[in-house]
């Protein structure tokens, strides 16, 4: 296993001085409470750029949602953002400076959305709410702002994976592909007894295993851990798909979901990018504030979506 770094190791010693919270214990509205309280103090240092509030509509309602535009620039491409928190927590503004962040290393304009939360909204109606935003988007409805014809998709670790799943579903509706996607620690299927969740789900490295079964639970409803729908998309045939920038964070009990799915996309042609973090846990991208590795990861996502957006 590779050693911390010195950034990472006083992160997770503050983190661990802080009091635990057990969020399956707790009334969903408290947890959810609790859990953008603790990300607001990685948005202290948000980037500055504008930020246009919109509605948009999906299979729900209306959905809330907000744009991101670099200064200066006369309709960029947009990169589509899905969140992460286990499909249970999360917002626009918990991972409101990341998204800022990746506006401004690719030059492109960001729409993020609060889609639909577990255990109240189980898949899919997570994955239709990205799927909506997308196709706002591509139908024009963000006007002048951005150009709509250059289009990406980005997602960290929940948000990943549905982002990877919206875009098995275009695949497999006819839909044009998109121009590329960004696919951050992501967790791509129910599978508990990899070497990465052995070695670093006990509790060490924040995330959980045990926390990661009771968000597959949530997100899953009714359906069991044996899915093999785009809950978990891991199993589905992964041609066809636009070009994907990978990450894993070395002391992630995820870091296998993306081992073994870049192992399945090398089989299926897609030209994809791999970068490993050693040293840094789950989540690492929302720590730029402190972690120089989180802000290589960002430049490297945006150089990418530079050259192909």
């Keep these: 296993?590779?050693?911390?770094?010195?950034?990472?190791?006083?992160?997770?010693?503050?983190?661990?001085a802080a009091p635990g919270v057990d969020y399956p214990s707790l009334a969903m509205p408290e947890a959810r409470r609790?859990?953008?309280?603790?990300?607001?103090?990685?948005?202290?240092?948000?980037?500055?750029?504008?930020?246009?509030?919109?509605?948009?509509?999906?299979?729900?309602?209306?959905m809330r949602a907000g744009l991101y535009l670099p200064h200066g620039l006369e309709k960029p491409p947009l990169i589509v953002y899905a969140h992460g928190g286990g499909w249970t927590f999360g917002s626009i503004e918990s991972h409101g400076a990341t998204?800022?962040?990746?506006?401004?290393?690719?030059?492109?304009?960001?729409?993020?959305?609060?889609?639909?939360?577990?255990?109240e909204h189980p898949f899919p109606a997570p994955l239709n709410d990205v799927a909506a935003a997308i196709d706002f988007a591509e139908a024009g409805g963000l006007g002048a702002r951005v150009d709509a014809?250059?289009?990406?998709?980005?997602?960290d670790s929940a948000?990943?994976?549905?982002?990877?799943?919206?875009?098995?579903?275009r695949r497999d509706a006819g839909k044009p592909s998109l121009r590329a996607a960004a696919l951050f620690y992501g967790c791509y299927l129910p599978l508990f007894t990899t070497e990465s969740h052995r070695e670093l789900g006990g509790g060490d490295y924040l995330l959980t295993t045990?926390?990661?079964?009771?968000?597959?639970?949530?997100?899953?409803?009714?359906?069991?851990?044996?899915?093999?729908?785009?809950?978990a998309p891991y199993h589905a045939d992964l041609t066809g798909l636009p070009p994907l920038y990978l990450t894993a964070a070395g002391l992630d009990p995820l870091r296998d979901d993306t081992l073994m799915i870049a192992d399945k996309?090398?089989?299926?042609?897609?030209?994809?990018?791999?970068?490993?973090?050693?040293?840094?846990?789950?989540g690492y991208l929302r720590?730029?504030?402190?972690?120089?590795?989180?802000?290589?990861?960002?430049?490297?996502?945006?150089?990418?979506?530079?050259?192909?957006?």
């Design 210 to 231: 045990k926390i990661m079964r009771w968000y597959w639970r949530n997100f899953l409803g009714a359906d069991s851990e044996e899915t093999r729908s785009l809950a």
């Design 34 to 62: 609790i859990f953008e309280a603790s990300a607001a103090v990685w948005n202290s240092n948000e980037p500055s750029l504008e930020r246009i509030e919109l509605s948009i509509p999906s299979p729900g309602g209306p």
């Design 99 to 119: 998204m800022a962040r990746l506006a401004l290393a690719s030059g492109a304009a960001l729409l993020g959305m609060d889609y639909r939360l577990a255990p």
């Design 149 to 155: 014809t250059r289009l990406g998709l980005a997602g």
């Design 265 to 282: 996309l090398a089989h299926a042609g897609v030209d994809f990018r791999f970068d490993h973090v050693p040293g840094v846990v789950h």
């Design 287 to 309: 720590m730029a504030n402190e972690l120089a590795a989180a802000r290589r990861s960002n430049e490297a996502a945006g150089r990418f979506f530079a050259e192909l957006l």
């Design 1 to 16: 296993m590779a050693p911390r770094n010195a950034e990472m190791e006083t992160i997770l010693a503050k983190m661990r």
């Design 159 to 169: 948000g990943a994976n549905l982002a990877l799943a919206a875009l098995l579903r």
